[in-house]
Structure formats: C-alpha cells, structure tokens
C-alpha cells in the first residue's frame, strides 16, 4: 500500500472515529493525521510540531497536538512508547503490537518482526485477562556502539594492566 492510500485509510478511520465519538473533524486534526502518516519511524510531539509549523507552514499549538495524539492513540492511529526516558509516537493500523530493539548507547531503535516471539506471545493465555497489544522492549547495542564499546574496555584494559606493573 503506497504512502497516499495509507494517508486516505487513516482520515476514513479517524472521521468514522470522530463520527461514532460525537466529535468535530477539524481542520488540525487531519493536517496533523496528514503530517503522521509521513513519517516512516518514530516521532516527538515537539518534532511534529515543528515539522507542522517549518515543513508544512501549519502553525498549531503544542495542547492541540498532545490532544489530538491522544485521540489518535484511542482511535488506533498511532503507538505511544516510552524510549529513553521520553515519548515517542509512531503510526500503526490498528495494531497494538511491537517488538523494538533498543540501543542503549545511541538510542536508535528498531522495529523487530521475529514471527516466532509474536507467536509466542500471542499463544500465551491468561486467565481473567483479554490481551489487547503488547510492546515488547529489548534493550542491548547496536553493531556501532557494540563496537566502540569493545575498543572502550580494551583501552581500559590496557590502562590498568599497566597502572599494576
């Protein structure tokens, strides 16, 4: 599916949202659905307002976006996760799943799709409990950081095999 159809299913989404919720589609809403749906990874709420006010000339205020992300996270427009300590949103199709793996030197992240982990978590059946999404953190480096890490203990390796002669 290309990024414009991916764009128009949303705004039918969020209109048929706001239809059934009693509330008014409103010009910043769908600028801001619009903007979302750009992105191909992760976003801030400050990111996207700048991007709305630099990159499209939408001026919106920062209560209207945070709002309006909730609204599309209860809609099942977009994920909120939590990435070193600080929000970040990313578009989904109602889909309340995801696998991140997280580096804990550099902070990217990166969307894991093993099938067998999803499977597993999927099977798992708990007593008095509907699962309705699950976000799964994994933290470690990445090939860089790993990397750098190693030259890192090795110079300190170095150091104090030398401070003990």
């Known amino acids: 599916m290309d990024r414009d159809e991916e764009i128009r299913q949303a705004g039918r989404i969020l209109t048929e949202y706001l239809r059934v919720n009693g509330l008014r589609k409103t010009q910043e809403r769908s600028a801001l659905l ?12 400050d990111l996207l307002s700048y991007d709305m006010s630099e990159k499209w000339n939408f001026r919106v205020c920062r209560a209207t976006v945070y709002n309006n992300l909730a609204l599309f996270e209860d809609a099942g427009l977009v994920r909120k996760v939590w990435l070193n300590g600080e929000p970040k949103y ?24 093993d099938e067998k982990v999803r499977r597993q ?17 994994i933290y470690g480096h990445c090939v860089k950081c790993a990397a750098a890490l190693r030259r ?14």
Request: glycine share 8%.
């Open 121 to 137: 978590i999927e099977e798992m059946r708990k007593r008095r409990f509907i699962m309705s999404g699950y976000s799964l953190y």
């Open 34 to 45: 619009d903007a979302i749906y750009m992105y191909d990874g992760y976003f801030t709420p």
């Open 90 to 113: 990313q578009k989904i199709w109602n889909n309340n799943y995801g696998i991140h793996l997280i580096c804990s030197g550099c902070g990217s992240v990166t969307d894991c799709n």
């Open 152 to 165: 890192k203990q090795r110079k300190m390796e170095k150091i104090y095999n030398n401070k003990k002669r």
